[in-house]
């Protein structure tokens, strides 16, 4: 196996930052101009993640290219960390919303829209009931306050590394045999251990053992994880988690939000999983806040009996601005026009070349490392195999060498997610799109190979 000197990673990295200063001196000037007006320093917190020195700002966006207001354009593998996964302002989203602006954008009222969201959610995911929301978030958020009120039970249970947005009790990390708010979490309402177990992801084992506790209302997970690295699950663990949670009458919340890339139905329908309740959101409205969450018929009917019927307000759950018209224009015409099983076909297929192409590169110069794929999403690690845990994605983490590889597509025209060099395709992305990709890739792992200085 190839091993990779430190000083030769930390000089191209140095290299790579001086590049990236000398090609962006707008978003530079604007992100020092931005500065003194945000938390953080930075429009959205979560910007301080990005592996450049500072942020590059957008001018425009189209498909699956990216163009800066230092007049760089980019072949966009990142598309928003999926909230782009479609592509950026597919056409026909466009005509359709600018439509409908003239209609009216909210009125706290139903329009039609909604009922064929519900009806085609239910299609992909046999769930017949479902609720809107601006975010995934949100959605998570709702789903759980109606688990522990149709099961009377206090805490939710996630796995060590999820990704379920800034819901409260999800940003809960396994030390050992204790539960720590996540690194970086912000003012934690309540002690975590009131409220959330955990455990690692493809553990059955340590699952049925905190299960078996009996003060849990739901599992809330992902059907692999996505935003710790990619951890795949193991090939009988949705089955298992089916089973248990079964067993202890614990209800099931499958998070979509990301794992969408396995198909028009998510994980869900392309492996048949059987939840209780399902959420998805970010990518189903092409860029215009959405989200969506929906449940079984007994569910409904249990909650739906926990209402007075002489006062029956709900408190807790839903938003002014859920379900508004324009959000649910898109939506519908994201889900008939766009999220198809006809695009992910092409999506699938070009992304079977971007892992193939990322596989020739570590094969042929015998490195330590691995490709994964779901559906559309593709990353690659630096170990021999896939993990199977977050923990083990976070000491097997090389975050100096991630941010090289960063860097290195970005100062030469392909942007890939700065959180474990995850990639997505989408119906506008081409063959040439990622073999531009690849050819990068294998560039730089030939530069970090090379025994010669490199000079300035």
Known sequence: MQSISRQRISDLLAREKSAFAALHPRSHELAA????????GVQMPWLVEWESPFTVFVDKAKGTQITDVDGNTYIDLCLGD?????GHSPDVLVKEIREAVDHGLTYMLPTEDGIAIAAEFEKRTGLPRWSFTLTATDANRFATRIA???????KILVFDGCYH?????????????????????????????????????NDIAALEKELAKGDVACVLTEPALTNA???????????????????????LIIDETHTISSGPGGYTQAHGLEPDMFVIGKPIGGGIPAAVYGC??????????????????????GGTLAGNALSL???????????????????????????????????????????????????????TQPRRTAHEVEETTDSELEQLLHLYCLNRGVMITPFHNMMLTSPSTSEADVDRHNELFAECVGELLTATEESS
């Open 82 to 86: 999926t909230g782009a996964m479609f």
């Open 148 to 154: 522990r009120a149709i099961t009377g039970r206090k």
């Open 33 to 40: 101009k931005s500065a003194p007006h945000f938390l953080a």
């Open 229 to 251: 690295g990619m951890v795949l699950p193991d090939d009988d663990f949705h089955s298992k988690l089916r089973a248990v949670t079964r067993e202890h009458e614990v209800l």
């Open 329 to 383: 224009r898109a939506v519908r015409t994201m889900l008939e026009q766009v999220i198809t099983h006809e695009n992910y076909e092409h999506m699938f297929e070009i992304a079977q070349r971007l892992e193939a192409g990322i596989r020739k590169t570590i094969e042929d110069n015998e490195l330590p490392w691995h490709v994964s794929r779901m559906g559309a999403r593709v990353e690659y690690g630096h170990t």
């Open 165 to 201: 947005g800034t819901h409260d009790e999800t940003l809960a990390r396994l030390d050992g045999n204790v539960i720590n708010p996540r690194e970086g979490s912000v003012g934690p309402p309540v002690d975590l251990e009131l409220t959330t177990r955990v455990v690692e992801f």
């Open 296 to 317: 079984t018929e007994e569910i409904a009917t249990r909650f739906d009996a926990l209402l007075d019927p002489e006062h029956p307000v709900v408190v807790g759950i």
